[in-house]
């Protein structure tokens, strides 16, 4: 079992609210990822992080914004949610390993948010 | 950009089987691949990885092969269990550098 939680695992929400996705995991990995998936489709990366201070967007646009303060912590927030932001978010950490990068050592992922706009 | 093909269809097999799912890829060779199971509602979970070096690779029931010229990997899971089921996915990275891109994944069924 991975150490990687994520909460809330169930979000119904209104149009127009604030809302933030958290992820911690305790395996000290520095690479951390946020992916959308919609019900039988990809996994799209939607931001990334190689370390403290660092986040990047990924392959898909998205409203959303991440912050990387710790190392263990990397939260998700939506400033203003719609209903187009329905999905499933997934959290997941690697260890880049001695080739470097995300692509080389697995990728522990957490539970997943199944998010509901109203 | 790449793109990953894995049959949307279903793949429904009688237990003790072997179960044999497919991910084609194209434009660029990937320099690792891996092949994840997710259980509905949960995180995908990892299960191998294969290097562009490599042609096969094992553990357990399971094993990956990766053929290069026909831009293909396939996953095989021997003497199926009906606890095989869920969806499969396939990723990859084009080097050490770049992140994973996922395919759709395929379900399979194990049927007792």
């Known amino acids: 079992e991975a150490d990687i939680y994520q909460t809330p695992r169930y979000l119904v929400i209104g149009t127009g609210k604030k809302i933030t996705l958290e992820c911690s995991q305790t395996m000290g990995h520095d690479k951390m990822y946020w992916y959308q998936q919609d019900p039988g489709m990809e996994l799209h990366l939607i931001h990334y992080s190689y370390g403290v201070n660092s986040t990047e967007k990924g392959d898909l646009s998205s409203e959303s914004t991440v912050s990387r303060i710790r190392t263990e912590h990397f939260p998700l927030t939506l400033e203003s949610a719609r209903p187009s932001h329905t999905s499933q978010y997934l959290c997941?950490?690697?260890?880049?390993?001695?080739?470097?990068?995300?692509?080389?050592?697995?990728?522990?992922f957490g539970p997943g948010t199944r998010l509901t706009v109203l | 950009s790449q793109k990953i093909e894995q049959n949307s269809e279903a793949l429904n097999i009688q237990e003790g089987k072997t179960a044999t799912l497919t991910c084609n890829y194209t434009?660029?060779?990937?320099?690792?691949l891996q092949w994840y199971r997710q259980d509905p509602g949960r995180g995908p979970v990892f299960l191998l990885l294969?290097?562009?070096?490599?042609k096969e690779k094992r553990k357990e029931r399971l094993k990956v092969t990766f053929d290069t010229t026909l831009k293909q990997s396939l996953f095989h899971i021997t003497a199926s269990q009906p606890a095989d089921s869920a969806t499969y996915l396939c990723?990859?990275?084009?080097?050490?550098?770049?992140?994973?891109?996922f395919g759709g994944g395929t379900r399979l069924m194990v049927k007792p």
């Open positions: 434009n660029y060779s990937p320099a690792y």
């Open positions: 997941a950490s690697s260890d880049p390993g001695l080739a470097g990068g995300g692509g080389y050592n697995e990728q522990f």
């Open positions: 990723a990859l990275a084009l080097n050490a550098g770049n992140m994973l891109t």
């Open positions: 294969i290097r562009e070096n490599e």
